[in-house]
T-cell receptor
Framework: GAVVSQHPSWVICKSGTSVKIECRSLDFQATTMFWYRQFPKQSLMLMATSNEGSKATYEQGVEKDKFLINHASLTLSTLTVTSAHPEDSSFYIC???????????????FGPGTRLTVL | GQSLEQPSEVTAVEGAIVQINCTYQTSGFYGLSWYQQHDGGAPTFLSYNALDGLEETGRFSSFLSRSDSYGYLLLQELQMKDSASYFCAMMDSSYKLIFGSGTRLLVRP
């Protein structure tokens, strides 16, 4: 199946700093990538939909100026948490879909996630 | 609005069969997916139903009834490694996935 990687897998940062998380589709081209956030023992909440070459579409309640998303190529999307605070500590997961080849539209391939801890 | 409901926890013994139900509400529906997530890990895709009926993949089967806005995941011959959280998720017209709250399955010896 298709492989999606995320980097870093975990990060600890001080309050007020910015953190960039990369999401890469390794063996396919992803026209659409999705970013989710998951707090402990809770469900995945969609934050935004990222389309290659265009602005991301944010879900209601997600601050676009705080969570900057860039999808500059068909294999890379980045999420930058700006001025991070302890309440931003969470598990951030990306997924890729809408590809040709082995992937069909009805399946999203998830990255392994990035655990962010803000002190 | 869009929402999915599933039980919060289910417990079963090794070798048994367990069914995890999911009901949903949405204005635009393209299909129901099921994902498994172990603690600390990312979700892994289990199955997808776009049409009514049963889809079988090994020990896992998934069922959908669009008229009832209802689906379920059936796990047979339970193994200890099946202990995990299971999420139903619906896909809308823009291919976004909306996840249910998750069902924590505990398999006991």
């Amino acid at each position: 199946g298709a492989v999606v990687s995320q980097h870093p897998s975990w990060v600890i940062c001080k309050s007020g700093t910015s953190v960039k998380i990369e999401c890469r589709s390794l063996d396919f081209q992803a026209t659409t990538m999705f970013w989710y956030r998951q707090f402990p023992k809770q469900s995945l909440m969609l934050m935004a939909t990222s389309n290659e070459g265009s602005k991301a579409t944010y879900e209601q309640g997600v601050e676009k100026d705080k969570f900057l998303i860039n999808h500059a190529s068909l294999t890379l999307s980045t999420l930058t948490v700006t001025s991070a605070h302890p309440e931003d500590s969470s598990f951030y997961i990306c997924s890729a879909g809408g590809t040709s080849g082995s992937s069909s539209y009805n399946e999203q391939f998830f990255g392994p996630g990035t655990r962010l801890t803000v002190l | 609005g869009q929402s999915l409901e599933q039980p919060s926890e289910v417990t079963a013994v090794e070798g048994a069969i367990v069914q995890i139900n999911c009901t949903y509400q949405t204005s635009g529906f393209y299909g129901l997916s099921w994902y498994q997530q172990h603690d600390g890990g990312a979700p892994t895709f289990l199955s997808y139903n776009a049409l009514d009926g049963l889809e079988e993949t090994g020990r896992f089967s998934s069922f959908l009834s669009r008229s009832d806005s209802y689906g379920y995941l059936l796990l047979q011959e339970l193994q200890m490694k099946d202990s995990a959280s299971y999420f139903c998720a619906m896909m809308d017209s823009s291919y976004k996935l909306i996840f249910g709250s998750g069902t924590r399955l505990l398999v006991r010896p």
